[in-house]
Structure formats: C-alpha cells, structure tokens
Antibody
Framework: QVQLVQSGAEVKKPGSSVKVSCEAS????????ISWVRQAPGQGLEWMGG????????NYAQKFQARVTITADISTSTAYMELSSLRSEDTAVYYC????????????????WGQGTTVTVSS | QSALTQPASVSGSPGQSITISCTGT?????????VSWSQQHPGKAPKLMIYDVSNRPSGVSNRFSGSKSGNTASLTISGLQAEDEAEYYC???????????FGGGTKLTVL
C-alpha cells in the first residue's frame, strides 16, 4: 500500500511563497488523482486543487486559482504544491492525499493521506 | 461558510446508532453519486470511511454505512464505540470548476 511522505514544517514571511512536496513510498502516485487539502487551526478541510501525474494538467479550486501551482514529477513519484503571496490566513496544515482512482471525478474520495505539513505565516 | 452543510455536533451512547447529515445542492450531492465521508481524530490526518455514497474501503468496519436522498447524504454509525469519537467530514464532487467541496465537519461525542 502506497504511503505519502510530505516535507517538513515551514515558517514564512507574509508575501513570500512556500513549496510543499509529497513523495510516494511503497508504490507510485503517478496513476492516481492527487489532491492538496488544507486545514487552518481549529477549522475544517478545504480543497485547494489536484493533479493526475500521468496526465499532468492540474485542477484548482477557484479560491486559490491565482496563487497556487500544483505540479508532479513522475520520475520521482512526487507531487508539489506551491502557494504564493502568503498571508497570515494561510497558516494551516497542508495535506496531500491520493484518490481511489485516476478519474478526475474522484478527487473527492481520498483514501491515503500524507502526514501533513504545518505552514506558519508570520512576520 | 462551507459548501456542504453538516450539524456541528452529534452524540450518542456506546452501542447506540447515530446519523450525520450532509446537505448540498443539485450541483454536488444531489447531482452525482460521488459523496464521501472521512473521520479525523485530533492531530491526525483524515481517514476515508465511505465513498461513492455507500462504498466502504477495505478495512473499514461495517458499522459505518452511507446513503443519499435528494440533496442530502447521510452517514450512519451503528454500535457506537468509544474510538468512534472524532470529527466527521463529508465531501462531494461538484460540477463547478472547484471540483471538490467539503462540509464543515461534525463533532461526534460518545457519551
């Protein structure tokens, strides 16, 4: 069973960017729909976007369209999420998660999650 | 405000059954059989419990079941156990460009 291993915690200044990685262990993420979901402290889950690595074209939530870039490297089975123009409200735990299939309709069905990456935005 | 509406909290005693609702629109819950439920314990990543309205991933207890009527999906947990105490989130495919919407979460307390 594939596991997803994310990069470590980050502390960033307002206005800067952060890039979080998500590497597959024990398998590949290339043939699944991969989502990025964030959770602000004490808040619920929020879908930011996703990508199906073998197809390469990302999908973004409208709210994040202008600030997020999601990519994937199929040679290393790693997905990335970069969020720019950071503000304090972006302080959250960021998760990557794989869907049960590679179908774009199935971004919503996330059966394997990374451990989460805490991003703190503070001056 | 979340796109899907869930009750903030529900509670039940060990052995009882509870149901959590998730209300959307014809653009998401009502329009497709693409609804999931995830369980999240404090400080942990979510765990998928139900997808495609009523399918359980391998390893998930059959005490968890899902259903849908119109624009409202439901998660039922039977034979409540102490370890079921957690936050539960519904999510759905949506025909908007955003593709995925979540509910605001429901805190389940096992009394």
């Amino acid at each position: 069973q594939v596991q997803l291993v994310q990069s470590g915690a980050e502390v960033k200044k307002p206005g800067s960017s952060v890039k979080v990685s998500c590497e597959a262990s024990g398998g590949t993420l290339n043939t699944y729909a991969i989502s990025w979901v964030r959770q602000a402290p004490g808040q619920g889950l929020e879908w930011m976007g996703g990508i199906i690595p073998i197809f390469g074209t990302p999908n973004y939530a409208q709210k994040f369209q202008a600030r997020v870039t999601i990519t994937a490297d199929i040679s290393t089975s790693t997905a990335y999420m970069e969020l720019s123009s950071l503000r304090s409200e972006d302080t959250a735990v960021y998760y990557c998660a794989k869907a049960v299939t590679s179908n774009r309709y199935y971004y919503y069905a996330m059966d394997v999650w990374g451990q989460g990456t805490t991003v703190t935005v503070s001056s | 405000q979340s796109a899907l509406t869930q009750p903030a909290s529900v509670s039940g005693s060990p052995g009882q059954s509870i149901t959590i609702s998730c209300t959307g629109t014809s653009s998401d819950v009502g329009g497709y059989n693409y609804v999931s439920w995830s369980q999240q314990h404090p400080g942990k990543a979510p765990k998928l419990m139900i997808y495609d309205v009523s399918n359980r991933p391998s390893g998930v207890s059959n005490r968890f079941s899902g259903s849908k009527s119109g624009n409202t999906a439901s998660l039922t947990i039977s034979g409540l156990q102490a370890e079921d105490e957690a936050e539960y989130y519904c999510s759905s495919f949506t025909s908007s460009s955003t593709l995925v919407v979540f509910g605001g979460g429901t805190k389940l307390t096992v009394l």
